[in-house]
């Protein structure tokens, strides 16, 4: 969510959207985005020559908002926090067709529908993320302010994920024994991750 600085996050894996969205609103927190569809296409050389080096390369078509995002390598602790570089941008498949010409090619595809959330006495940003493999809140913000809400929220810092929606997904595509699936996407109808 930085436009250009550190980003500095944790998830949280949440047994449903409903147990996410009263733990959010029993500790203050209000909607400030509603909830919208995101499709996230990350790119690539193909020998991923972003990724070996830890970087990523992302354009995120949320409702009618498109982004363009790069995030440097992380600094992975208590927290992953790395660069984050984002504008906005007109058109998705102009942006696909330029970064193909320039050797990228995408690598992944993820989708989500995700709520934002803040507290009226501010420090960061809650997201709470419906994605085909389960349900995640984000928190970013400083470390304090990310402690502070994790606490608030009724978890501890052994609850902490740092790992990306990649990483997750294949994490979890290895546990349901589906390791050609490719990308991260809702199958119409279910709901569920589908093989793809």
């Not at 070996?52 to 790069?70: D, E, M, N, P, W």
């Not at 696909?96 to 995408?106: C, D, K, N, V």
């Not at 928190?139 to 606490?151: F, M, N, Q, S």
Request: hydrophobic share 35%; charged share 30%.
């Amino acid at each position: 969510m930085s436009h250009g600085g550190p980003e500095t996050e944790i998830k949280l894996a949440l047994a449903d959207v409903k147990t996410g969205r009263a733990l959010l609103r029993d500790a203050g927190f209000r909607v400030t985005r509603r909830r919208v569809f995101e499709r996230n296409d990350v790119f690539d050389t193909p020998e991923c020559a972003l990724r070996k080096g830890g970087a990523l390369l992302r354009v995120r078509q949320a409702g009618r908002a498109i982004t363009l995002t790069y995030k440097g390598p992380a600094a992975v602790s208590r927290y992953k926090s790395r660069e984050e570089l984002e504008t906005r941008v007109p058109d998705a498949a102009s942006i696909a067709a330029i970064f193909e010409r320039l050797g990228f090619r995408p690598i992944f595809r993820y989708e989500k529908y995700r709520t934002e959330y803040g507290h009226p006495e501010g420090g960061g940003v809650a997201t709470l993320d419906e994605t085909p493999i389960g349900v995640f809140m984000e928190l970013e913000g400083t470390p304090r302010w990310i402690d502070h809400a994790a606490r608030q929220l009724g978890f501890a810092e052994c609850d902490y994920i740092t790992a990306s929606y990649g990483r997750l997904f294949l994490e979890w595509r290895h546990r349901q024994g589906l390791d050609t699936a490719a990308n991260m996407v809702f199958d119409s109808g279910s709901g569920r991750a589908k093989a793809e």
